[in-house]
């Protein structure tokens, strides 16, 4: 309780030759800031949970449980009015923002993941905001800056997986690894290496693999166009 106090109430900022003291809140860019506010919010949530059940209101209980948080973001699933009970979980000091991604309540965006929601189940693929910019970015890295060759070879192979991860569907799988792998292979990173990484990242990692119906990486991969020459 010390040293977490001791982070909370230490916190000093120079700016324009004076030394300002902060006194809410905790650190931006902290070691421990993501965990601070992890562990305080998941009390909030926890407190409002176990008030629900003690006054037996088990339908709204049951509705919240399928929400999942990452630091400060929510994703909430087949609740509308989320935002009506802000006030009831979190304190008043807090500066909350309900906005909602997406444009109607069948799709969504959480993170780098695109939701869509059907008749039968939720679909969910890679989001990536710059895709949405007006105006190129430079991504991934350059087999001729000062970074190893093999560690960019290792970053496509990690970005396979987190592709494999998110894609419901085989096509919008493929799609990630084709586009990604086009921008390396035009760079210069040999294709058969970008290739032979991503297959043995896929086989450490199989179920990732076997949902598209596959036991073999080569030949899910084989179907990449930028594979095929």
């Known amino acids: 309780m010390k040293a977490i106090k001791f ?48 006054h037996k209101k088990f339908n709204l209980a049951r509705l919240l449980s399928n929400t999942s948080r990452y630091i400060h973001d929510l994703c909430i699933i087949n609740y509308k009015n989320f935002e009506a009970l802000l006030s009831d979980i979190y304190p008043g000091f807090l500066s909350l923002e309900a906005s909602r991604s997406g444009t109607d309540n069948k799709n969504a965006d959480y993170l780098d993941i695109k939701i869509q929601v059907t008749n039968t189940s939720a679909v969910t693929s890679v989001f990536h905001k710059v895709d949405n910019f007006k105006f190129p970015v430079t991504l991934l890295t350059f ?14 192979a990690g970005q396979v997986l987190r592709y494999a991860r998110i ?6 799988f493929l799609n990630k690894v084709d586009n990604t792998s086009s921008i390396l292979i035009a760079r210069g990173y040999r294709s058969s290496e970008l290739k032979r990484s991503a297959e043995k990242q896929l086989h450490k990692h199989k179920a990732s693999l076997s949902k598209y119906g596959y036991f073999s990486a080569k030949q899910l991969l084989d179907k990449c166009p930028s594979f095929r020459s």
């Open 167 to 172: 894609c419901s569907l085989e096509e919008d």
């Open 7 to 54: 982070v909370i109430q230490e916190v000093f900022v120079s700016f324009s030759g004076k030394v300002f003291r902060q006194v809410r809140g905790i650190p931006m860019g902290g070691n421990c800031s993501p965990l601070l506010a992890d562990l305080f919010l998941l009390h909030c949530e926890y407190m409002y949970m176990t008030t629900l059940l003690k």
């Open 143 to 156: 087999p001729e800056n000062t970074m190893p060759y093999n560690t960019g070879i290792k970053v496509f």
